[in-house]
């Protein structure tokens, strides 16, 4: 069976910082893209982050609002994907979810910004950002 384990969220002050980590079990990704997404109370889920198997320059996706601040990375050896979250701000705070794509490779640049692209889901990590 598939799991996708989020960690790393937690409260932190504006301007703070968190690291999440995301480990996936029961099958390999190293060739896969994996994502991180959002979702705000009272909003929809939205696009943060994706990395290609190969990770690094183009081979990354941001959304406008976390470019600059945000950075995503992975460990394929450990079948995990990292989100560095630096000057954060009271918008950020929402549920954070890891997603990795499985049905097929990926072989556009940018990887996939659309949930529609990921195939197995996490079950969220709470970030809460205080002013």
């Known amino acids: 069976q598939v799991q996708l384990v989020e960690s790393g969220g937690g409260l932190v002050q504006a301007g703070g910082s968190l690291r999440l980590s995301c480990a996936a079990s029961g099958r390999t990704f190293s060739t896969y893209p994996m994502g991180w997404f959002r979702q705000a109370p009272g909003k929809e889920r939205e696009f943060v982050a994706a990395i290609n198997w190969n990770g690094g320059g183009t081979n990354t996706n941001y959304a406008d609002s976390v470019k600059g601040r945000f950075t995503i990375s992975r460990d394929n050896a450990k079948n995990t994907v990292y989100l560095q979250m630096n000057s954060l701000k009271t918008e950020d705070t929402a549920v954070y979810y890891c997603?990795?794509?499985?049905?097929?490779?990926?072989?556009?640049?940018?990887?996939?910004?659309?949930?529609?692209?990921?195939?197995?889901w996490g079950q969220g990590t709470q970030v809460t950002v205080s002013s």
């Open positions: 997603a990795a794509r499985g049905r097929s490779q990926w072989y556009g640049l940018p990887p996939p910004g659309g949930q529609e692209e990921y195939d197995y």
